[in-house]
């Protein structure tokens, strides 16, 4: 039987602890955020990480490439140097393209992304912008249309909405002409990765 000393101190710990546990969670959400695996041994998400988070995720995942979605600089040059340092030091190669505000799929940086995903050299990939949501889904929903076969509605109602009740209106709009429009703008592409399935 706990004494009334000891009920006491119980009362005054259980709300540390619970305090304790979700500051743990917060730290953990922060420091991962948004970080998903979108097809397994393939390609991962996530928002813009720290450096160290990168450097630890491309050993874990043995990541070949991170790609940056992010305009120059988009977060500070402290932190894209950081980041440069962090995946360069860990062997891996850093894509900075930054994903056109568009939903037009003949963009010259839209061909430039087509030619990463199309390098079987780049898998595993680590996929990123500013939150890890609107252009990444964007370059998702291109993966998959191109090498997994889906739709792009089918792609985007896979894809975890971090809180949201839906992707916008510009992410359905790309994905939906780039899936009208690649085979005929990215015939070159159809089984480059198919070596990496077997």
Same mark, same amino acid.
């Given at each position: 039987m706990?004494?009334?000393?000891g009920?006491k101190?119980?009362w005054?710990?259980?709300?540390v602890?619970?305090? =304790?546990? %979700?500051?743990?969670?917060?730290?953990?959400h922060?420091? &991962?955020?948004?970080?998903e695996?979108?097809?397994? +041994?393939m390609v991962?998400?996530?928002?813009?990480?720290?450096g160290?988070?990168?450097?630890?995720?491309?050993?874990?995942?043995?990541?070949r490439?991170?790609?940056n979605?992010?305009?120059?600089?988009?977060m500070?040059?402290?932190?894209?140097?950081?980041?440069?340092?962090?995946v360069?030091?860990?062997?891996a190669?850093l894509h900075e393209?930054?994903?056109?505000?568009?939903?037009?799929p003949?963009?010259p940086q839209? =061909?430039? %992304?087509?030619g990463?995903?199309?390098?079987?050299?780049? &898998?595993?990939?680590l996929?990123?912008?500013?939150? +890890?949501?609107t252009?990444t889904?964007k370059?998702?929903a291109?993966?998959?249309?191109?090498y997994?076969?889906?739709s792009?509605?089918?792609?985007?109602a896979?894809m975890?909405?971090?809180?949201?009740?839906?992707?916008?209106?510009?992410v359905?709009?790309?994905?939906?002409?780039?899936e009208?429009?690649h085979?005929q703008?990215?015939?070159?592409?159809?089984?480059?990765?198919?070596?990496l399935?077997?």
């Amino acid at each position: 039987m706990i004494h009334s000393a000891g009920r006491k101190l119980l009362w005054w710990l259980l709300p540390v602890v619970a305090l =304790a546990a %979700l500051a743990g969670g917060v730290w953990h959400h922060k420091r &991962y955020n948004h970080l998903e695996v979108h097809d397994p +041994g393939m390609v991962y998400r996530s928002a813009w990480l720290q450096g160290d988070v990168f450097a630890e995720l491309i050993d874990k995942h043995q990541i070949r490439s991170i790609v940056n979605l992010c305009n120059p600089n988009e977060m500070g040059e402290e932190r894209c140097i950081d980041q440069r340092r962090a995946v360069r030091g860990s062997g891996a190669v850093l894509h900075e393209c930054t994903f056109p505000n568009t939903v037009d799929p003949t963009d010259p940086q839209v =061909a430039e %992304l087509v030619g990463i995903l199309s390098d079987p050299s780049n &898998y595993p990939m680590l996929i990123h912008c500013q939150h +890890g949501v609107t252009r990444t889904a964007k370059l998702l929903a291109m993966y998959d249309i191109l090498y997994r076969g889906m739709s792009a509605d089918e792609s985007i109602a896979r894809m975890p909405r971090f809180g949201r009740k839906d992707y916008n209106v510009g992410v359905y709009s790309f994905a939906r002409d780039f899936e009208k429009r690649h085979a005929q703008l990215y015939p070159t592409t159809a089984g480059k990765l198919d070596s990496l399935r077997r």
